[in-house]
């Protein structure tokens, strides 16, 4: 059973940095990609960098320059470096994994929320100006 649980959420003034991680369990990395997404209250979600099974990373053009993804394949932690954080960052942030197919790349990940079965729970970042 997949699990996973983000931590690393707190409330920072805007030009600072956090650093949130997802701890996983239940799978293997090498199988799934992996994605990062955030709500704020009456937005919908929004996927901010995905990570895929050879560490190929795609980002969110809002986030582009400011945010990492990474993962850890020895630790089973995804992670997301924000730097230069905006107010307009605030929001929920959740981890998401989506076991590849037979027929997708190791390269390939998305940041579709629609293609995610598997969630955390969330962790918030507030930003203040």
């Known amino acids: 059973q997949v699990q996973l649980v983000e931590s690393g959420g707190g409330s920072v003034q805007a030009g600072g940095s956090l650093r949130l991680s997802c701890a996983a369990s239940g799978f293997t990395y090498g199988d799934y990609y992996m994605a990062w997404f955030r709500q704020a209250p009456g937005k919908e979600r929004e996927g901010v960098a995905c990570i895929a099974s050879d560490g190929t990373t795609n980002y969110a053009e809002s986030v582009q320059g400011r945010f990492t993804i990474s993962q850890d394949n020895r630790e089973n932690t995804l992670s997301l470096q924000m730097n230069n954080l905006k107010p307009e960052d605030t929001a929920m942030y959740y981890c998401?994994?989506?076991?590849?197919?037979?027929?997708?790349?190791?390269?390939?990940?998305?940041?579709?929320?629609?293609?995610?079965?598997?969630w955390g729970q969330g962790t918030q970042v507030t930003v203040s100006s």
């Open positions: 998401a994994a989506r076991r590849r197919s037979p027929y997708t790349s190791i390269w390939y990940c998305s940041r579709s929320s629609s293609n995610f079965y598997d």
